[in-house]
């Protein structure tokens, strides 16, 4: 065989760009979409926040202190041991059939009623976000989002060029005439409004719930404009008091992209979560997800399956509820003690604290001196599309103890009190 000699580089049809001084060689072939990604600022966060000696009031994750581990990995492993060709396999873009009349099970408990072809599995509702955006969003298409928004979802919309026009929230959830004005006034300039995207139970970042009164109202908004509505769900299992409020979905089937998740009341590990849409809608999720992951996971699945049907979920979920009210508690009480200049909203479920700093104080400019003070939180500015919301800091109470998430109010207090002083 002949000796063949390489083709040099500048000659090739493809050739690398030039590094030159530049980090990333590729920067000029990155598509559009990408030019609004960016790190998550909780991402940032999270290498500081998960030293031990830092109070994280930071981060979303569960505490899965309470979980029967021992027994889990027991059913894993029968799992694995009697159906692992199956649990091992490829499976259906939609998701296990079992799985799929178990969530009926689950939303039944917010009104839902729904037949298994409706429900879409999904890895994690992030996925299901992911998806709708991408069957819906042109680029410059607008959602219309809570002000503020879970971070995630407004970085789904970024990817894919969505712009986001945000419509305010107080203690009773997102506001109607605020929402029928902006949907008035956007359709006034011409633009396309494509989807209105709302966490009504438990809001992250805001901890408000949307009123049971406020619920149709909203409905009816969104079907006069002819928009779509996404209500993003993950938490409204997890109320302190009280029956669940009946989904958006349970009020209307034909308007709304329901997102349900296990990653708050199992496990996040598993990655499972499902949206349930209208007729065509679904059919077209279930495309755009075979194209995105072929199909999600049977292990996690079937996992969740076993789980769902071997162990006292409800009663699982019931023990997570009054651990994240005692830490609820602990955090209201101790924003009463040590920062009462501040404002902030008292979460009947979820994970998190919306705090409105007292006058003149910046959540952002105030981190570096939080860390250095061993606490950590998200600064509001995180959840907002157009860099407002520097005045307010994302609490969260779901990890730390009550111990420790006193000591991080205390610590906190300390960094205010600092700051007014400069
Ligand atoms: N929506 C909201 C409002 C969330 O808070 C989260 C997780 N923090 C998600 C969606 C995504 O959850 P997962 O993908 O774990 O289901």
Redesign the pocket.
Known sequence: MGQVTPAPRSAAPHARPSTGTRLDPWIDSYADRTHGMRASEIRALFAVASRPEVVSLAG?MPNLAGLPLDSLAESAQRLIATRGATALQYGSGQGDQTLREQILEVMRLEGIDAHPDDVVVTT????A?DLVTRLFINPGDVIVAEAPS?V??LGVFRAYQAEVVHVPLDEHGLVPEALDEALTRLAAEGRTVKLIYT?PNFH?PAGVTLSLERRPRVLEIAQRHGVLLVE?N?YGLLGFSGEPLPAMRSLDDEGVIY?G?F?KTFA?GY?V?WAVAPHAVREKLVLASESAILCPSNASQLAISTYLAEHDWKGQIKAFREMYRERRDAMVSALSEHIPEASWTVPDGGFYTWVRLPDGLDAQAMLPRAITALVAYVSGTAFYADGQGADHMRLSFCYPTPERIREGVRRLSTVVDGEREL
Not at 124 to 127: A, V
């Open positions: 979303g994690g509702s992030q996925q976000l879970y995630g979802a966490v992250n993003d993950p997102l998740s990653s996040p990655r979560g």
